[in-house]
């Protein structure tokens, strides 16, 4: 398993924008599909997008789509989160996670992960 650490949340204005990385650990993150899940207050985990093991391929939520950009740095062993446009209802704890399986690309269910980090605040204030 890879070992995941999520930073770059925080407190920000409606209409601004954040930036999340996650950074892990390992020799092999390039073999592994990434995704970003978001947990609001009350809510269930849900996902946010996810982007293929060469980075060639992304796929997002309704909710966040035009506005989010997943990508990622196989060089860095680094997923990022590129949020603009952002909402009080993307208000959330952030996870990052990575799946072993490249079919996790196109399933996108949370149990297909097997990796996740910790998590980050994110915080859009009206």
């Known amino acids: 398993q890879v070992q995941l650490v999520e930073s770059g949340g925080g407190l920000v204005q409606a209409g601004g924008s954040l930036r999340l990385s996650c950074a892990a650990s390992?020799?092999?993150?390039?073999?592994?599909?990434m995704g970003w899940f978001r947990q609001a207050p009350g809510k269930e985990r849900e996902f946010v997008a996810v982007?293929?093991?060469?980075?060639?391929?992304?796929y997002y939520a309704d909710s966040v789509k035009g506005r989010f950009t997943i990508s990622r740095d196989n060089a860095k062993n680094t997923v990022y989160l590129q949020m603009n446009s952002l909402k009080p209802e993307d208000t959330a704890v952030y996870y990052c996670?990575?799946?072993?399986?490249?079919?996790?690309?196109?399933?996108?269910?949370?149990?297909?992960?097997?990796?996740w980090g910790q998590g980050t605040q994110v915080t859009v204030s009206s």
């Open positions: 982007i293929s093991r060469s980075g060639g391929s992304t």
């Open positions: 390992g020799r092999t993150f390039s073999s592994y599909a």
């Open positions: 996670a990575a799946a072993a399986s490249a079919s996790a690309y196109y399933t996108r269910r949370q149990a297909d992960f097997g990796s």
